[in-house]
């Protein structure tokens, strides 16, 4: 069976009719979910350009490590996450190159 063009041939179609007249009361909202998601786009590229990105998701990571570790009472992996946290904080914040 032939894949691409002669398959979506091959396919039934719905009447004009049927596919406009079910979804015709959401044409006004596509062309605003459009420019909302381009803008949301532009604000994702320009979040992801920023290097010290990476260093913030890795501090919400420690910070969900050390609070499982307090949660088990386990103090010694509670305080190594905490630590790695504090250097990682350290080195985002502090630090000027």
């Given amino acids: 069976m032939a894949i691409g063009r002669t398959a979506a041939r091959s396919l039934p179609q719905m009447p004009a009719r ?10 006004p909202y596509v062309g605003l ?38 949660y088990q009472k386990n103090i010694a992996d509670c305080c190594y996450w905490l630590s790695a946290l504090a250097i990682t904080a350290t080195v985002t914040f502090l630090y000027k190159h």
Wanted: with cysteine.
């Fill in 18 to 27: 049927g596919r406009r007249d079910a979804h015709h009361h959401l044409r």
């Fill in 33 to 70: 979910l459009f420019s909302v998601l381009a803008s949301l786009g532009d604000c994702v590229r320009q979040l992801l350009a920023d290097p010290k990105v990476f260093n913030y998701v890795i501090m919400v990571l420690y910070a969900l490590n050390a609070a499982r570790w307090a």
